[in-house]
């Protein structure tokens, strides 16, 4: 399976800008630049990118993970918080933070977070991310 995706930028790195798509449709000319990606104009970047398909990738992981174990989620909700920072004379992603809440009838918290840990471990996101992740997976009851 290949995914793809594009860029196209037009312009210097501060005043420039881009647009990105995807061959789904759900990327169609958005816009990207400097300002969205470091003063928080309406827009998206690269690391919010990285962001979603990390919390898509490993809430999915995490369905199929107790699914396997018997186990039917009502709501797993995820957020990955992306860290960019310097490094030398540019920037590097350091860190992607998931925090997962999740309500899984008849699960108890070690299956839970046992279920979590591997899918944090397995999801291919997390394998291609050169970063530090953490998780803080809790079960609401």
């Given at each position: 399976m ?67 174990a ?25 860190k ?46």
């Amino acid at each position: 399976m290949i995914r793809k995706a594009k860029a196209l930028w037009q312009g210097t790195g501060k005043e420039g800008n881009g647009r990105l798509s995807s061959d789904s449709g759900v990327l169609a000319e958005t816009p990207y630049s400097f300002k969205t990606r470091f003063e928080n104009e309406k827009g998206t970047n690269p690391e919010e990118l990285i962001a979603a398909a990390h919390a898509g990738c490993f809430t999915m992981a995490l369905a199929f993970g107790l699914q396997g174990a018997g186990l039917t989620p009502t709501e797993l909700q995820t957020e990955a918080a992306v860290t960019l920072e310097p490094d030398g004379k540019g920037f590097k992603i350091s860190k992607s933070a998931l925090t997962l809440r999740g309500k899984v009838p008849n699960c108890d918290e070690a299956t839970f977070a046992r279920l979590a840990g591997e899918a944090e471990n397995n999801c291919p996101v997390s394998k291609v991310l050169n970063a530090t992740i953490t998780l803080d997976a809790k079960l609401i009851q």
